[in-house]
Antibody
Framework: QVQLVESGGGLVKPGGSLRLSCAAS????????MSWIRQAPGKGPEWLSY????????NYADSVKGQFTVSRDNARNSVYLHMHSLRPEDTAIYYC????????????WGQGMLVTVSS | EIVMTQSPAALSVSPGERATLSCRAS??????LAWYQHKYGQAPRLLIY???TRATGVPARFSGSGSGTEFTLTISSLQSEDFAIYYC??????????FGQGTRLEIK
């Protein structure tokens, strides 16, 4: 079955950096766009980024453009979220999700990884 | 950015009863509207897309309706496993998707 497992979260100080990983299994990873989505406490989910099947095409929400970078390694069935210059408002649960074709729909999500930005 | 507003924020319903959840878009999203179910500690689950198409494995008691800016998710006869938070999402422009803030469905 499809599984997405995030790792790498935790507590980081303001201005710090963190890399989240998402390990995929149960499907042909290289055939799918992948996405990162976050949910801050008390708020709805917020889409952050898409990455194409090859990794050559990447899109970001304006809120994280220039601050976050997404990459993938199809040999390792993994997608990554590199977060820099973190601020307290970046505190959230971060999810990776599989994208249905190029639709804006997410048919499978991971369980999420908490990132807390605090001094 | 299209703002999605869900109501009510929380809804208490008894098992076996019907639940009706609403979602309003700040501008038309055509039929590009989806619903997700999220249980605490679990991965969110796609329930419905294109307003009314159930995702694979979703029971028939879940149904969606609406168009343009007003949408509804109806659960016809609540089961214990249906108590969760439900989010609507618009994907009218796949590079500018937005979610609602959620409706918490609670056991009465």
């Amino acid at each position: 079955q499809v599984q997405l497992v995030e790792s790498g979260g935790g507590l980081v100080k303001p201005g710090g950096s963190l890399r989240l990983s998402c390990a995929a299994s149960g499907f042909s990873f290289s055939d799918y766009y992948m996405s990162w989505i976050r949910q801050a406490p008390g708020k709805g989910p917020e889409w952050l980024s898409y990455i194409s099947t090859s990794g050559s095409d990447i899109n970001y929400a304006d809120s994280v453009k220039g601050q976050f970078t997404v990459s993938r390694d199809n040999a390792r069935n993994s997608v990554y979220l590199h977060m820099h210059s973190l601020r307290p408002e970046d505190t959230a649960i971060y999810y990776c999700a599989r994208v249905i074709v190029v639709s804006g729909l997410f048919d499978f999500w991971g369980q999420g990884m908490l990132v807390t930005v605090s001094s | 950015e299209i703002v999605m507003t869900q109501s009510p924020a929380a809804l208490s319903v008894s098992p076996g009863e019907r639940a009706t959840l609403s979602c309003r878009a700040s501008q038309s999203v055509s039929s590009n509207l989806a619903w997700y179910q999220h249980k605490y500690g679990q991965a969110p689950r796609l329930l419905i897309y294109h307003v009314s198409t159930r995702a694979t494995g979703v029971p028939a008691r879940f149904s969606g309706s609406g168009s343009g800016t007003e949408f509804t998710l109806t659960i016809s006869s609540l089961q214990s496993e249906d108590f969760a938070i439900y989010y609507c999402q618009q994907y009218n422009n796949w590079l500018s998707i937005t979610f609602g803030q959620g409706t918490r469905l609670e056991i009465k």
